[in-house]
T-cell receptor, first 114, second 118 residues
Framework: EADIYQTPRYLVIGTGKKITLECSQT?????MYWYQQDPGMELHLIHY???????EKGDLSSESTVSRIRTEHFPLTLESARPSHTSQYLC?????????????FGSGTRLTVV | AQTVTQSQPEMSVQEAETVTLSCTYD???????LFWYKQPPSRQMILVIR??????QNATENRFSVNFQKAAKSFSLKISDSQLGDTAMYFC???????????????FGTGTRLTIIP
């Protein structure tokens, strides 16, 4: 069983609402990531963090923001949701001392903005 | 920047048969890691197999094996004795082995949707 958790699993929300997608891991990983997965299933990195108080934007521009106040917690926030934000959001984490093992992924949050 | 290409958007194969998924990548680096991830329908993405570029021997994990051709920048996945539970999206991914901030990111291919037919 993976030790990275995302909530909610599914979310339908109206345009203009503020939402926060939660991601927590219990493995003590320093590195965490947010990917956006489009309907064609392609994965795009939108945010990453190498540790507490460290956050960086990814390869795909996103209107979302992230924070990393605690090692285990990496929430993603949309201040004003729009239909274009409809997507699946995947959180992942990895070891800080080696990249050999790749990432551990959460189950994802499927967001629909109506 | 590295790129990863999966040229087969969809594949299907009969149960118990062998199937090979293709992946090519482009990089100027000599040392890196390659991965295959599996994402079953509505389920978590999990690591299937990994390969270190400096190792010539192809990685094997039970029914899953890779054919790593470094010079050709090719990294195909072979699934033997395919099972219904192998039905999933499969993603090939690249990660630089350089330990500089900004390099420890996985670059994914666009995925191959594999269906195992009973």
């Amino acid at each position: 069983e993976a030790d990275i958790y995302q909530t909610p699993r599914y979310l339908v929300i109206g345009t203009g609402k503020k939402i926060t997608l939660e991601c927590s891991q219990t493995m003590g990983h320093d590195k965490m990531y947010w990917y956006q997965q489009d309907p064609g299933m392609e994965l795009h990195l939108i945010h990453y963090s190498y540790g507490v108080n460290s956050t960086e934007k990814g390869d795909l521009s996103s209107e979302s923001t992230v924070s990393r106040i605690r090692t285990e917690h990496f929430p993603l926030t949309l201040e004003s949701a729009r239909p274009s934000h409809t997507s699946q959001y995947l959180c992942a984490s990895s070891e800080s001392w080696t990249d050999l093992y790749g990432y551990t992924f959460g189950s994802g949050t499927r967001l629909t903005v109506v | 920047a590295q790129t990863v290409t999966q040229s087969q958007p969809e594949m299907s194969v009969q149960e118990a048969e062998t199937v090979t998924l293709s992946c090519t990548y482009d990089t100027s680096e000599n040392n890196y890691y390659l991965f295959w991830y599996k994402q079953p329908p509505s389920r978590q993405m999990i690591l299937v197999i990994r390969q270190e570029a400096y190792k010539q021997q192809n990685a094997t994990e039970n029914r899953f094996s890779v054919n790593f051709q470094k010079a050709a920048k090719s990294f195909s996945l072979k699934i033997s004795d395919s099972q219904l539970g192998d039905t999933a999206m499969y993603f090939c991914a690249f990660m630089s082995a350089l330990s500089n901030f900004g390099n420890e990111k996985l670059t994914f291919g666009t995925g191959t949707r594999l269906t195992i037919i009973p």
